[in-house]
């Protein structure tokens, strides 16, 4: 099973700042990456897939980046409706599909 | 517009069994794997299984091995997970997702509301 890890488990940033979220896995999956945003009391959203492609809908501000075991997520100019807390993926290999643990961005 | 609409709240005894419902409405049903998802109060998302809607073949994380069982109807486009042995620790949300069946990737990009099971004597 690929462990996936995520860094850190709290950031705080201010409204309009930019947030760098990243994740580690414990092998190579590719760019077979994906992230995911949930708010309290929702399901998780889709926000990037296959390590930087942005899903329906998804603004601009957001980017990921990454390949192999290394990625990021990246939120420029952070707005109000932005801070949730933020999923990592692999799907590179699957069956069992992998999350990291999430990180929490607050408000600084 | 794409759904997934889940079936709503359970409250269960330890040892009891639950089973959860899933429709998928707006798209080609067998066209795309659903997974199921939980999430604990105030954890991570925890992956529980997938099924192929087309066929009923299902793959269960280890963890859940034997006390889990995903079914699908396609004549009425419903996802089904039933966990049977409840404990304490299965209290969470349970969300299904579905992914592309056909390029195998594992991402979701459409979720259901989740449907929350409390476990509790």
């Known amino acids: 099973e690929i462990v996936m890890t995520q860094s850190p488990a709290t950031l705080s940033v201010s409204p309009g700042e930019r947030a760098t979220l990243s994740c580690r896995a414990s092998?190579?999956?590719?760019?077979?990456l994906a992230w995911y945003q949930q708010k309290p009391g929702q399901a998780p959203r889709l926000l990037i897939y296959?390590?930087?492609s942005r899903a329906t809908g998804v603004p601009a501000r957001f980017s990921g980046s990454g390949s192999g075991t290394e990625f990021t997520l990246t939120i420029n100019s952070l707005q109000s409706e932005d801070f949730a807390v933020y999923y990592c993926q692999q799907y590179n290999k699957w069956p069992p599909l992998t999350f990291g643990g999430g990180t929490k961005v607050q408000i600084k | 517009q794409v759904q997934l609409v889940q079936s709503g709240a359970e409250v269960k005894k330890p040892g009891a069994s639950v089973k959860v419902s899933c429709k998928a409405t707006?798209?080609?049903?067998?066209?795309?794997?659903i997974h199921w998802v939980r999430q604990a109060p105030g954890q991570g998302l925890e992956w529980v299984g997938v099924i192929n809607p087309r066929g009923g073949s299902a793959s269960y994380a280890q963890q859940f091995q034997g006390r889990v069982t995903m079914t699908s109807d396609t004549s009425t486009s419903m996802i089904y997970l039933e966990v049977s042995s409840l404990r304490s620790e299965d209290a969470a949300m349970y969300f299904c997702?579905?992914?592309?069946?056909?390029?195998?990737?594992?991402?979701?990009?459409?979720w259901g509301q989740g449907t929350l099971v409390t476990v509790s004597s």
């Open positions: 997702a579905r992914s592309n069946l056909y390029d195998s990737s594992g991402h979701s990009d459409s």
């Open positions: 296959g390590a930087s």
């Open positions: 707006e798209y080609t049903f067998n066209n795309f794997y």
């Open positions: 092998q190579s999956v590719r760019s077979n």
